[in-house]
């Protein structure tokens, strides 16, 4: 089973097989479903006919659908990224030209028996077409890299935070991080997860994954900084550590810093992986209480961590970096700092704001206004305070608002770093790559050694 799950997805033999298999698949159907008919060859014109009418039906098709999910019935806040749209055209034609070919199977043969062979082999051939785009969207994600991440095993294998790792089993307040000094042996860094319970707000959340860095593990424990982290909509705080490739950015980090890195807790703001809290109290849920509540306390309660809110810091991609965002503008007295990665404009239910706004405040557009970070930072200052922008330099609508956002943080007194992540779209690749400058920029602002 460790073979089966640490077979890679974005790369490898089990690419080159999906487009081996595919490009066979999808020349199965355009032969016997476009270029033969009855067992006779079309004349070329008609075939190259029904070619291009079943390209052109495919992706009218998904373009319908995408306008439906998005404007229709607001299933999408925000429309897909077009590389997801184009890789589900060759999948939707795949299965036109299937059911086009049993159809023709139908109609020209009496028995049925006869039918179960070209009708088996059309059906793989279908899905391997419909796997490959399975693939291709996978590997634009940069979500699951492997079977392991896909099926979700290496993350159920994460033990339950411990009680010899909590605050309560030192018994004794953990030393300043400046007049500590590493033994020459450290341990590793460990993921433990928990249940962050919702004592003041009432919001119930999935479990919350926690990074103990090297350094917490040593005797005596120094008291290190906080990032709290968010993933995106939709998805779960599992994300981070199979997309964001968080543990290995942070033992790297780590490495280089005599075992210091920041303890580092993500956390769910929506409860479940289709719901969107919007990380504010309102109509939907409690969630702001949630983040600038409930989690600082449980995390000074639990863990030996630094309780200065100017050592905490709060990020997240996509959705998880317009919360963080969220967080650091209404509760800059909680966390001194953000991550964005890839942060939209401001939080949303709908492409529609004014669907987001009848569902959270009832059509207050004034109370909805308040709660999102670009009225916030043109309402107030936030000098000491720090945000360190990524967005992928292929994707330009959230560079776009990544710049809008950088020039508000910085006019109400920020300190920003704005970063566009080469060769990223609106993927786990731009948190994945950005997260090492983040933690630089978080290690400068703590004066956390080399």
């Given amino acids: 089973m460790d073979f089966i799950d640490g077979l890679r997805l974005v790369d490898g033999p089990v690419v080159w097989t999906a487009w081996a298999a595919a490009a066979a698949g999808l020349a199965y159907l355009l032969w016997h479903a476009a270029f033969r008919r009855n067992g006779r060859r079309r004349p070329p014109g008609q075939a190259v006919v029904i070619v291009a009418a079943v390209a052109l039906l495919a992706a009218a098709l998904v373009a319908a659908v995408h306008w ?12 897909l990224p077009g590389e997801t749209l184009a890789w589900s055209v060759p999948a939707v034609g795949a299965l036109l030209l299937w059911v086009k070919f049993l159809y023709g199977l139908r109609g020209g043969r009496k028995n049925r028996t006869a039918l179960v062979g070209p009708a088996a082999t059309a059906t793989a051939a279908f899905l391997a077409v419909l796997a490959l785009s399975a693939v291709q969207i996978n590997i634009y994600f940069g979500l699951n890299h492997t ?15 411990d009680a010899g790792l909590t605050r309560a089993a030192r018994g004794q307040a953990a030393t300043e991080l400046a007049r500590w000094h590493g033994p020459a042996a450290l341990p590793d860094g460990v993921i433990r997860k928990a249940v962050i319970p919702g004592t003041v707000s009432g919001f119930q959340s999935r479990a919350a994954y926690v990074y103990l860095p090297p350094a917490y593990r040593s005797s005596p424990r120094p008291a290190l900084p906080v990032l709290v982290l968010f993933s995106g909509q939709p998805g779960g705080p599992a994300d981070w550590l199979v997309g964001g490739a968080l543990r290995s950015r942070l033992d790297r980090f780590a490495a280089g810093h005599a075992g210091v890195a920041p303890v580092t807790v993500v956390v769910d703001p929506n409860g479940s992986s289709s719901a969107n809290s919007l990380c504010m109290d309102s109509r939907i849920a409690r969630a702001d209480t949630f983040l600038a509540r ?3 306390a449980w995390i000074n309660r639990t863990l030996d961590v630094d309780p200065d809110p100017r050592h905490w810091a709060v990020g997240g991609f996509s959705f998880g970096a317009t919360c963080a965002m969220q967080m650091v503008t209404r509760h800059p007295d909680v966390y001194g700092a953000a991550l964005a990665f890839s942060s939209e404009r401001e939080p949303s239910l709908a492409k529609e704001r004014r669907k987001t706004i009848q569902a959270s405040f009832g059509g207050d557009a004034a109370a909805f206004d308040r709660l999102t970070p670009l009225s916030l930072m043109a309402e107030n200052r936030f000098d000491g305070h720090g945000v360190y922008f990524a967005a992928g330099d292929l994707d330009p609508k959230f560079t776009g608002y990544m710049d809008v956002l950088s020039a508000a943080a910085r006019q109400a007194g920020f300190t920003v770093e704005k970063h566009r992540i080469a060769n990223a779209g609106h993927s786990w690749a731009t948190a994945a790559n950005g997260l090492p400058g983040g933690l630089d920029f978080l290690a400068r602002r703590w004066a956390i050694p080399a």
């Fill in 294 to 296: 409930d989690v600082p």
């Fill in 68 to 79: 439906f999910l998005v404007y229709g019935i607001s299933v999408l806040a925000d429309e």
């Fill in 147 to 161: 079977v392991g991440d896909l099926t979700g095993t290496a993350v159920a294998r994460i033990k339950p935070l």
